[in-house]
Nanobody
């Protein structure tokens, strides 16, 4: 399984970035896919997830209304559109996949990518 995240970078507060995750070995239409992040000195935290059906999405309270998770089945990719970025969004963002189609809070993810760095600073 390979999950290749890209799209990170340096952005000013209030700006936007679109993170992409190219998945191989996991089919986004059959597995729930998620984004997590880890800031320096902090533990990894959940950001967003989309179920295999695409019908359900879940977000951390800290990003709700600003971030949107989506997917492209034909390209087998998952995206995270990040808007209204804040300095506290600075972190390395990781794409992850479950073995199952569904998601519930605390559910495990078994495949992880190397991540892409997002830095929000003026």
């Amino acid at each position: 399984v390979q999950l290749q995240a890209s799209g990170g970078g340096l952005v000013q507060p209030g700006g936007s970035l679109r993170l992409s995750c190219a998945a191989s070995g996991r089919t986004v239409s059959r597995h729930a896919m998620g984004w997590f992040r880890r800031a320096p000195g902090k533990e990894r935290e959940f950001v967003a997830v989309i179920t295999a059906s695409g019908g359900d999405t879940f977000y951390a309270d800290s990003v709700k209304g600003r971030f949107t998770i989506s997917r492209h089945i034909a390209k087998n990719m998952v995206y995270l559109q990040t808007n209204s970025l804040k300095p506290e969004d600075t972190a390395r963002y990781y794409c992850a996949a479950r073995d199952h189609a569904n998601y519930y809070p605390g559910a495990s993810f078994t495949a992880w990518g190397r991540g892409t760095q997002v830095t929000v600073s003026s």
